[in-house]
């Protein structure tokens, strides 16, 4: 629907154009393209190059129609329509001037249909069905050329499969803006290579195998591993981020073989997945999921069965329950929970009178913020300002929507503190008051405030000049959770209220023997938590921890009691995405066998506990009712980022994210290994060089606890400040939180050894 | 030798002086033109002198320079002038020429443009191998700056003209106006989808006029000799005079500057000498290598835009390259097409496929391995791709392989017919 006419300037819809295809009247927007104006009859006029999010580039002359009054065959995808213009998409010179263009298109292409990953749904196959002559005139050998380049960690490209429509290069100049791809060489020798010869990398490659119309480029997780019509699809909302975008899970003998984005998806995706959602789905299928609770003894894990881990579970609350009350039983986790189990969790325990709660495991403070501002708000918002780590790596696909506002809309884009916004598109990077109130400047239009939810030190003096816009000034405020369904856990209840205890405070209690049981729900704080020492603390004085998750993760490590659970590919339900939105969660395989999900697993608890719970129809009701209420006044307690200068020359620490990060669903996923970030050390030019530091060295940083991470990379960035170095959190092989809550840290040069 | 047909105006002092120095020009009436345009006219006056001179663009199109002009918007705030040196069609060599005997005249004619359009930046892209072409212009740029007719406060008018040259990296592609353009723009030399066009969307966005070296040349003589001197040349709609260059089998090949309306025969045989002695007239591409041949019963056809059009051809570039009963007609169109298939951006489909799928056929004819449907199927290759394509590189595949093939068939089909193989090699 809105989706047929997204050539058109907003401005001039109510001017409309009458034209006729094929006979048929067509009333349509003044400014719309023909091809576009063919879909409101339901008219398919073939196209390769043209895609609607990326305009026309009338590269590949397939969608040749006639109009009367004009010579020669016109393309559709750039001719806009015009009152009085009769078309005609079928007839014998269309359909000659169609058969040309396929027989110039298969002189060449290779006969791999048998073996492409993209038969059977290839816009070549299908065209060339439709209008191709059968036989090929040409008689001299085709044009060979490499048949599998390696672009990157991602993406192969098979050459001779190319039909040069430049989709792919175009993807990564109009909505990534990265442009590391291009066309190289000329004429029949035209070829698709990155920039610079450089492995092909962003945090969107895959979405060029999806606009590629053909098998060209294929997805290393995918390659060779399918036929389309041996898959089985579901739809469903991807739940590595809080932006939940709309998904297909292509699935066969149980097996999830690729997930792709929904075109018709515009208002959350805007038919993009980032890699992380698209190809991070190998950890359901790994052979290190758990099947059977476990259960340490003398510190050794012992299988048992459900019954026994769920009695035994029951029992341990009892007993704290009835030893020393609600106080000393805590429960963490939430925010990677469906909402249905996220509300269960926290039913369950506030009918026990549990009010240690808490879904935040990170440095977040406030998720839940009373703005339902949505992805198209942002989209036409004027000014743009991000406030802490990078949307980028917290929302992926939202960043797509702030380069589309800077470099379509004309948006601008302002980053303030510690953090630049790094969105390749043009940004102000400010780090004082007076600096974000000049970029801000009197004019600032529609403002869109884009955070983290990290307090921190000095946060409200920066940040003064929002305070100080002009009158009426609509703002739209978007708070980016850590965990995908934060913003779901949070309104529906994971969050401590009155005397109840978060998640660090749980911890401290937990260390001085305050707690009898603390249940971790699908969350891995020991990698997260900020201070690890501290969850460690927590975790080895408590007398029973329960964790919930796919895999023996860092903090699983430090339970007594593992439970297995399902992967949101497993279960269905709904989450809440960053903007408030209920979306539905489908499951599309069947979880192994012996694995319940978390929400069946509190039914059985709270059942041995004598707890009732909504049923499943309330369930909706009420978490629809919960994540629609904003959240009272000072509910959610802040702990806040230090960021006071670190003694003695050393360096303060930022926290840096990266979406290839993480101990969980990532680190158990080997098909993608190669797309675990790095660790980094991001310094100033100037720290470089009073250390003597270059880019690309290896270093290890040794924090103030005694703590050292090892070969870190150096990456010179003049957009950190002096005196600070930014480390890479939630990696799980140089944990950032081993050095403790505002370490202070010194960066050592590993010496090169021959 | 009749030389009563030429009609030196740009290529006047050619040879006899050394125009490249300022005041060699100066001495001739140079820049006058410019500084009355400047000082005396406003851009309106000027652009209406060269309306009422019907000058049409001598860079291949045809197009009505005035009308081109006039497609700019009224209300832009930045205009670019565009100066076309990429010269590069086969058999043309008169911007060449002009630009290394007579820079300043290039000069003044594109600073005239560009003050008629509004413009205070224009450019002029030199096609890669004209190293000494460049260095010439380099000079002349340098001198005239010097004198103060370009960059700030020209002719002490106040008024801003600035002047920037690039060299291009040798691609005919590069010729094209907006493959022009994104080159010049520091892109791949790959012409733009059109609309928008360049009048309304060119360099860097901004409404630009591109226009060939000729065709910006005449401007100081139109100035001077008032738009009637022109028009009232030759036939009405494509009046004027014409760099014409000449070569193939003719005994004096070179560039003619005669009034359109001279027909192709006093062409070849007045101004170039006619053809070798004991030798037969076998053809004629009257327009560059993207025209069709011409043969024996068009060499009466007055030489301007419209009748060559008439005639199955194009008047192009201007470059006429003659055929005797030497030539063979399939290494001809097979030059020719590898030329074209080699040359193409690779963009578009049926140029970039279609081209190379004729070349390897007649590759493979020349080779001796040709078999009797390659005839049709050449034919019905090149004719389907026409029309179809993002620029007209690709539509210049057809026009001189099929004028010769239908006229020369039998030359075709000895070669399908002959055994053994003779070698791929150049054309005639
Ligand atoms: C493949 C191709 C190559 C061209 N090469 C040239 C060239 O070298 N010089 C030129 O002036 N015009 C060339 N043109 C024509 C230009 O696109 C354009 O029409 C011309 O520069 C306009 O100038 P005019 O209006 O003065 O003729 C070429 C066109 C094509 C399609
Ligand atoms: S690789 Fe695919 S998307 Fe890219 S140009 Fe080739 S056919 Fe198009
Ligand atoms: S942006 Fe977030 S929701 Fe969208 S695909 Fe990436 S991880 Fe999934
Ligand atoms: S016609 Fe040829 S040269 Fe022109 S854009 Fe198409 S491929 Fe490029
Ligand atoms: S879809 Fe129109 S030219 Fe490719």
Redesign the pocket.
């Known amino acids: 629907m809105s989706a047929a006419v997204p050539q058109t300037d907003p401005a001039s819809h109510a001017e409309l154009v009458t034209l006729s295809i094929d006979g048929v009247e067509v009333r349509v927007p003044k400014g719309t393209l023909l091809v576009e104006a063919a879909k409101t009859i339901h008219t398919d006029i073939p196209v390769y190059c043209y895609h609607e999010k990326l305009g026309p580039a009338g590269l590949c002359r397939i969608c040749l129609v006639e109009i009367d009054g004009m010579p020669k065959l016109q393309i559709a995808c750039n001719t806009v329509v015009a009152d009085g213009m009769k078309v005609h998409t079928r007839n014998p010179r269309v359909d000659d001037g169609r058969r040309a263009i396929l027989e110039f298109f298969l002189l060449n292409h290779p006969l791999d249909c048998p073996i492409c990953d993209k038969g059977g749904e290839c816009d070549l196959q299908d065209y060339a069905m439709a209008w191709g002559s059968g036989s090929s005139r040409m008689i001299d050998p085709k044009t060979s050329k490499p048949k599998a380049v390696d672009l990157g960690p991602t993406i192969v490209l098979d050459e001779e499969r190319c039909i040069v429509c430049q989709r792919c290069v175009r993807f990564d100049q109009i909505i990534t803006r990265e442009e590391s791809l291009r066309t190289e060489d000329r004429a029949v020798q035209t070829i698709i290579a990155t920039a610079t010869g450089k492995p092909y990398v962003s945090d969107f490659t895959g979405n060029v195998t999806e606009l590629c119309p053909v098998g060209a480029l294929t997805s290393k997780t995918y390659r060779f591993r399918s036929r389309p019509w041996d898959n089985h699809r579901t739809t469903t909302s991807c739940t590595q981020c809080s932006v939940g975008c709309r998904m297909h899970v292509d699935e066969r003998g149980n097996t999830v073989l690729r997930t792709m984005s929904v075109p018709e998806d515009d208002a959350l995706s805007d038919s993009w997945l980032c890699d992380r959602g698209r190809y991070n789905v190998g950890f359901v299928n790994d052979e290190r999921r758990l099947t059977m609770p476990l259960l340490k003894q003398d510190g050794a894990w012992v299988q048992i069965d459900w019954a026994d881990a769920l009695d035994l579970w029951a029992e341990k609350i009892k007993a704290a329950l009835a030893a020393g009350g609600p106080e000393r039983i805590g429960a963490i986790g939430g925010g990677r929970l469906l909402n249905e189990e996220a509300l269960l969790a926290a039913h369950l325990h506030r009918a026990l009178g549990v009010e240690n709660l808490d879904h935040r495991i990170g440095t977040q403070t406030l998720v839940h913020h009373g703005s339902f501002a949505n992805h198209v708000d942002l989209e036409n918002a004027n000014t743009i300002i991000t406030l802490g780590r990078p949307p980028s790596q917290l929302a992926p696909v939202l960043d797509l929507r702030i380069r589309k506002a800077v470099s379509r809309n004309g948006a601008r884009l302002i980053s303030a503190g510690d953090y630049a916004a790094d969105s390749f598109v043009p940004e102000t990077h400010v780090t004082t008051p007076a600096g974000l109130k000049d970029a801000i400047g009197a004019n600032p239009g529609r403002v869109a405030m884009i955070w983290d939810g990290v307090f921190f030190e000095g946060g409200p003096e920066l940040t003064a000049a929002m305070h100080d816009l002009p009158a009426a000034t609509r703002v739209d405020r978007y708070v980016l959770p850590e965990t995908p369904n934060g913003r779901g856990a949070e309104a529906l209840g994971m969050i401590p209220r009155g005397a109840g205890l978060g998640t660090g405070a749980m911890f401290a209690a937990a260390r001085d023997g305050k707690l009898d049981v603390l249940s971790i729900l699908g969350a891995n704080p020991v990698l997260r938590y900020p201070d690890r020492a501290l969850a460690e603390d927590g975790l080895r004085a408590t007398p029973f921890v329960v964790v919930t998750d796919l895999f023996l993760t860092e903090t699983a490590e430090f339970a007594n009691l593992v439970l297995p659970v399902c992967s949101a590919f497993e279960k269905s339900g709904t989450t809440t995405d960053l903007a408030g939105d209920v979306l539905p969660v489908v499951g599309s395989v069947r979880p192994p066998d012996g694995v319940l999900a978390d929400g069946d697993l509190l039914v059985e608890l709270a059942e041995r506990l004598g707890v009732t719970l909504p049923m499943p129809d309330e369930l909706e009701a009420k978490v629809r009712e919960l994540v629609k209420t904003p959240p009272a006044d000072g509910a959610v307690p802040a702990y806040v980022r230090a960021t006071a200068a670190a003694p003695g020359g050393a360096l303060r620490v930022i926290a840096d994210a990266a979406i290839f990060t993480g101990g969980g669903t990532l680190a158990f996923d080997t098909a993608i290994r190669e797309l675990h970030a790095r660790p980094h050390a991001r310094i100033n030019p100037a720290t470089a060089r009073a250390l003597a530091l270059a880019d690309g060295d290896p270093v290890n940083v040794a924090g103030d606890n005694g703590t050292t991470l090892y070969d870190l990379v150096v990456r010179v960035d003049e957009r950190v400040a002096e005196g600070a170095v930014a480390l890479l959190d939630g990696v799980v092989r140089a944990p950032l939180n081993a050095l403790g809550r505002a370490p202070a840290v010194r960066l050592e040069k590993v010496p090169v050894t021959a | 030798m009749s030389t009563t047909l030429i009609t030196p105006v740009l290529t006047k002092g050619i040879g006899e002086l050394n125009l490249r120095e300022i005041a060699v020009y100066r001495e001739q009436g140079g820049y006058e033109q410019l500084r009355r345009a400047v000082v005396e006219l406003s851009p309106k006056d000027v652009a209406d002198i060269c309306n009422g001179s019907n000058l049409r663009?001598?860079?291949?199109?045809g197009?009505p320079?005035g009308r081109?002009w006039s497609f700019l918007p009224k209300d832009a705030k930045t205009r670019y002038m565009v100066c076309?040196c990429?010269?590069?069609?086969p058999g043309t060599f008169k911007?060449h020429m002009l630009l290394e005997e007579t820079p300043h005249q290039i000069i003044e004619g594109i600073l005239i443009g560009a003050y008629a359009i509004g413009c205070d930046h224009a450019y002029i892209y030199i096609r890669g191998e004209f190293k000494r072409g460049y260095e010439i212009m380099r000079d002349a740029v340098q001198q005239a700056r010097d004198a103060g007719f370009l960059g700030e406060n020209i002719f002490g008018s106040g008024k801003k003209l600035e002047f920037t040259i690039h060299r291009g990296a040798g691609a005919?592609?590069c010729?094209?106006?907006t493959g022009l353009l994104n080159s010049l723009e520091g892109k791949r030399g790959e012409p733009r989808l059109k609309p928008p066009f360049p009048a309304i969307k060119g360099l860097y966005g901004e409404p630009t006029v591109?226009?060939?070296?000729e065709?910006l040349a005449y401007l100081p003589y139109i100035m001077r000799n008032g738009p009637e001197w022109f028009a009232k040349v030759g036939p009405e709609r494509s009046p004027g005079y014409k760099v014409v260059s000449i070569s193939g089998h003719v005994v004096k090949p070179g560039n003619y500057e005669v009034p359109l309306g001279t027909t192709i025969r006093q062409l070849i045989y007045d101004c170039a000498g006619g053809l070798r002695p004991g030798r037969t007239f076998m053809g004629v591409q009257p327009g560059g290598g993207s025209s069709a041949c011409l043969f024996e019963e068009h060499l009466d056809v007055s030489y301007d835009f419209d009748s060559v059009t008439k005639a199955g051809s194009m008047l192009g570039?201007g470059a006429m390259v003659v055929f005797d009963d030497t030539t063979d007609f399939v290494k001809a169109a097979y030059t020719l097409i590898r030329f074209f298939s080699h040359e193409s951006c690779g963009q578009c489909t049926p140029c970039r496929e279609g081209g190379h799928w004729i070349q390897k056929t007649l590759e493979r004819i020349l080779a001796g391995g040709g078999v009797d449907s390659d005839v049709d199927v050449i034919k019905s290759a090149a004719h389907q791709l026409t029309g179809l394509n993002l620029?007209?590189?690709g539509d210049?595949i057809e026009p001189f392989l099929a004028s010769v093939i239908t006229r020369y068939e039998d030359q075709f089909r000895a070669y399908i017919k002959r055994t053994p193989a003779p070698a791929v090699g150049a054309a005639s």
């Open positions: 663009g001598r860079g291949g199109a197009f320079t081109k076309n990429d010269e590069a069609e911007d005919y592609i010729g094209e106006e591109v226009n060939n070296v065709t570039s620029c007209a590189l210049s």
